[in-house]
C-alpha cells in the first residue's frame, strides 16, 4: 500500500517526464494539424485554445488516489492516467474527428478510448450530460525527451471537446466530482437541460457551417466560371478579391443551381457582350472584373430589381445597362 | 419589329450650329463644321448613355413611319448617309440636315441649338445594323466648379447641352433593318425609326413636337397605333390574371389599367410607365419579360383608345356563382366597395338604390 508521501515523491521525480511527453504529443497533433489543413495558420484558427500540456496538481492526484468513493486503485500511481493532460477545444463536431483522426494514426503511440461522448449517447439515450471525447495515449517506445527517458507505456490524457462542451464542463467540473452535489435534483436538472440545449446548439452550428461551406462551393463554382467566360479577354489583370467581394454581396436570391448553365447559354447566344467589355476594359475598372458579365446577365433578367439590389451604386453600372439597350430615368 | 438598340457603337459625329428663329422670319444660316468631330472613349459613352437614355428599351420614344420619302427628305438623307462610302459625301448630307432643321423651325417660337448627326452600327451579334441618329440639342445653362482655389469658385457655363436633363434635346434615329440590301433594294419600310420628344407625352403638348417629328424628320405616328394600344390593354391583363396575386389585388391592376388607358392627359402607352407605377421591382420585370416575349414594343406607343372604347367605359365583374355586375369606369372606385372573399363568398357594397329587375 503506497503512501500519499510515497505518491507524492515518486511524482515529483517523474514531472518532468511527463511534460516531455505532453509536449511531444502535442507537437505530433500540431503537426499533423498543419497537413490536414494544409497551412499553419489555420491550425491557431481551428483551435480555440492554445493547447499546452498540463501536470496534475498535487493535492488532485492524492485525492483521486486515495478519497473518490467511486474509484478504488490496487496501484493507484500507474492506474491513473490524467497525470498529464492534453486538451484541445474546438468549434464544431466534426472538427474533433480531425483531431481523433491525428490520435488514431500514429507511430510512435498506442491509444485507448476512455470516454467517447457519441457512445455514451448510444448507452444512455435518455441522458445529457458530460461530453468529451478522451484518450489515454501511452508511448509504443522508451523515448528520450529532453528531461531523460519517457519509458515505454507512460500514459497521457487527451481531451477533445468543441467550446460549448468546454462550457458545460467548466460549469460542471466541480458538481462532476463531488456526488452530494450532483445529487441535488434541481441542480442536476438545470444540468441536464443545458446539456441537451448545447447537443442541439452543437447541431445547429453544424449545420450553419454546412450551409457556408455550401455557399462557398457554389460561389466558388460561379466565379470559376465567370472567369472561364472572361478568358478571351486577354492582357487583363482583375482582382479576385474584388470578384469574391462583388459575388458575395449579390444576393442569393440571383443565383440558383441553374445559373452556371444560364450563364454559358446566354454568352454563347450574346458574343457581342464581351467584344464590348473588351473594348471598355481599357478604361473601366469594373470592365475588366470577370464579374461584369454575371451583372450584364442579370440585369438583361432582372433590369429592375436588381438596380435596388445591385451591390454597386447605380451609376456604376449603368454603362452595362446603356449597353444593353435599356433607358433609365 | 421593335429595333434592338443595344450594343450602340458610335463611328461618326458631326455637329452644326442651328441658331433662334430671326423675328423677321428670315433664316440664319447654320452653322457648317466641315468635319467629323472626335471624343474620348468616356465621352462616347456618355453620348451613347443620352441617346439610349431616350430611345432605348422602357424610353418614352416612339416607332414611327415614313410620311416623306422624297428627294430631299430626312428618311433619304439618312439613307445616303448610311451607303455612302465617302467621308466628304457624309460630311455634304449631314449639312443638308442642318438646312433643313432651320428651315422646319421657321414660324415657330423654337431655340437654335447644335444638331449632332451621328453614324454607326447597332444590335447584337451578327445582326448588327446601320444607324443614323439626329440629335437636336438645345443650348442652356449651368456651373462649373473650380476647386482648385482656396475658396470653391463657381464658373457660368452658357453653352451647356446633353446634360442628363431630357427636356433640352430631341432624337430621331433611323435603323436601317435590312442590313444585307443594296441602296437599290432598301426602301422606307425597312427602317426603322424612333423619335424622342419629352413633349409628345402630354396630350396638351404633343402637337408642339410635330415640327421636329413631321416637318423636320418626315415622319408620322404608326398606323398601328389603334392595334397595339388594345394589345397593351388583352396582353396586361393577360399577365395580370395570370399572376399569384389575391383577386382583390388582380381587381385593383385591372382599375390602374382601366384608368392608365382612359388617363386624357396621357398621350403614350408605356410598358415600364405601367410598371413603374403599379407593380413591386419583381414583378414588374416578370411584366416586362412577359411582354418582350410577346413581342409587344418596349418604348412608348402613341396612345389611341378608339378599339377599346367600349371596353374601358364599363367594368365587368363576372363571379363564380355566375352573377355579374357591370359598372362604369369612370368612378368605378367609389360606388363598388369590395370588402374581402371569406371563403366561398365576397362581401361588396355598392352604391345606390335597386331601380330595375328585368
Not at chain 2, 422602357?58 to 439613307?79: F, L, P, W
Not at chain 2, 444585307?180 to 420628344?197: F, G, K, M, P, R
Request: hydrophobic letters at 35%.
Amino acid at each position: 500500500m503506497t503512501t500519499e508521501a510515497e505518491l507524492i515523491a515518486q511524482f515529483e521525480k517523474d514531472k518532468p517526464i511527463y511534460e516531455d511527453w505532453g509536449n511531444i504529443i502535442n507537437q505530433e497533433i500540431l503537426k499533423g494539424l498543419a497537413s490536414i489543413l494544409g497551412d499553419g495558420k489555420k491550425v491557431n484558427v481551428l483551435l480555440k485554445i492554445p493547447p499546452t500540456p498540463r501536470i496534475k496538481e498535487n493535492e488532485s492526484l492524492i485525492e483521486k488516489a486515495f478519497f473518490r468513493p467511486s474509484k478504488h486503485y490496487d496501484d493507484p500511481y500507474n492506474q491513473i492516467t490524467d497525470k498529464v493532460g492534453l486538451r484541445y477545444v474546438v468549434l464544431l463536431n466534426d472538427e474533433i474527428k480531425t483531431i481523433e483522426r491525428i490520435i488514431t494514426h500514429s507511430d510512435i503511440w498506442d491509444y485507448s478510448k476512455d470516454m467517447d461522448f457519441e457512445e455514451e449517447k448510444k448507452a444512455h439515450p435518455l441522458e445529457f450530460s458530460y461530453q468529451s471525447m478522451h484518450y489515454i495515449i501511452r508511448s509504443q517506445e522508451e523515448i528520450t525527451g529532453p528531461s531523460g527517458k519517457i519509458p515505454k507505456g507512460t500514459p497521457c490524457e487527451v481531451q477533445i471537446r468543441t467550446l460549448l462542451q468546454h462550457a458545460h464542463s467548466e460549469l460542471t467540473h466541480d458538481t462532476t466530482y463531488k456526488p452530494k452535489m450532483r445529487q441535488l435534483p434541481d441542480v442536476q436538472r438545470l444540468i441536464s437541460k443545458s446539456m441537451a440545449l448545447i447537443e442541439i446548439t452543437g447541431d445547429i452550428f453544424t449545420i450553419v457551417d454546412n450551409k457556408f461551406k455550401e455557399k462557398k462551393a457554389k460561389m466558388n463554382n460561379l466565379l470559376t466560371e465567370l472567369i472561364r467566360l472572361y478568358s478571351p479577354i486577354q492582357n487583363v489583370d482583375y482582382q479576385i478579391q474584388a470578384n469574391e467581394y462583388l459575388l458575395d454581396a449579390i444576393p442569393e436570391k440571383y443565383i440558383t443551381e441553374k445559373t452556371i448553365q444560364d450563364l454559358e447559354d446566354y454568352f454563347s447566344k450574346n458574343t457581342w457582350i464581351l467584344d464590348r467589355v473588351k473594348e471598355k476594359s481599357s478604361y473601366s475598372f469594373l470592365y475588366r472584373q470577370p464579374i461584369i458579365l454575371l451583372f450584364f446577365y442579370l440585369i438583361r433578367q432582372n433590369k429592375n430589381a436588381f438596380r435596388i439590389d445591385s451591390p454597386l451604386p447605380f451609376d456604376k453600372i449603368e454603362p452595362i445597362y446603356t449597353d444593353l439597350g435599356i433607358a433609365v430615368e | 419589329m421593335c429595333p434592338d438598340v443595344s450594343n450602340m457603337q458610335i463611328e461618326k459625329i458631326i455637329l452644326h450650329r442651328v441658331y433662334d428663329n430671326n423675328t423677321d422670319g428670315n433664316i440664319t444660316p447654320p452653322k457648317i463644321s466641315d468635319n467629323f468631330t472626335t471624343i474620348e472613349p468616356e465621352g462616347l459613352a456618355t453620348l451613347q448613355n443620352r441617346i439610349v437614355k431616350s430611345i432605348g428599351e422602357d424610353s418614352h420614344s416612339i416607332q414611327m413611319r415614313v410620311i416623306d420619302n422624297t428627294e430631299g427628305s430626312a428618311y433619304q438623307i439618312c439613307k445616303s448617309i448610311i451607303f455612302a462610302s465617302d467621308d466628304n459625301e457624309k460630311i455634304r448630307l449631314s449639312a443638308q440636315l442642318a438646312h433643313k432643321l432651320a428651315r422646319a423651325q421657321i414660324g415657330r417660337n423654337t431655340p437654335g441649338g447644335i444638331l449632332i448627326i451621328i453614324s454607326g452600327l447597332i444590335g447584337s451579334n451578327n445582326d448588327r445594323k446601320h444607324f443614323v441618329g439626329i440629335i437636336k440639342a438645345e443650348l442652356h445653362d449651368g456651373f462649373n466648379v473650380d476647386e482648385n482655389q482656396s475658396i470653391l469658385i463657381l464658373h457660368l457655363l452658357t453653352s451647356l447641352l446633353l446634360t442628363p436633363q431630357q427636356k433640352f434635346y430631341k432624337i430621331g434615329i433611323f435603323i436601317n433593318e435590312n442590313s444585307t440590301a443594296s441602296s437599290e433594294e432598301v426602301d422606307d419600310n425597312d427602317y426603322s425609326i424612333l423619335v424622342y420628344d419629352h413633349l409628345m407625352n402630354r396630350r396638351e403638348s404633343n402637337q408642339l413636337a410635330r415640327y421636329f417629328f413631321d416637318s423636320f424628320l418626315g415622319c408620322d405616328y404608326s398606323i398601328n397605333d389603334k392595334s397595339l394600344t388594345r394589345d397593351f390593354y388583352y396582353r396586361t391583363k393577360d399577365f395580370i390574371d395570370v399572376q399569384n396575386f389575391p383577386e382583390e389585388e388582380k381587381i385593383e391592376f385591372n382599375t390602374s389599367l382601366n384608368s392608365y388607358l382612359r388617363n386624357q392627359q396621357q398621350a403614350t402607352v408605356l410598358v415600364a410607365d405601367f410598371g413603374n407605377d403599379n407593380f413591386s421591382p419583381e414583378i414588374r420585370d416578370n411584366y416586362s419579360n412577359f411582354m418582350r416575349s410577346v413581342s409587344f414594343p418596349d418604348h412608348a406607343i402613341s396612345k389611341d383608345i378608339c378599339f377599346l372604347e367600349n371596353i374601358l367605359k364599363f367594368r365587368r365583374l363576372k363571379f363564380s356563382s355566375d352573377v355579374k355586375i357591370i359598372a362604369p369606369s369612370r368612378n368605378f372606385d367609389q360606388i363598388i366597395h369590395i370588402d374581402g372573399f371569406v371563403d366561398n363568398e365576397t362581401r361588396i357594397r355598392i352604391q345606390g338604390n335597386i331601380i330595375n329587375d328585368d
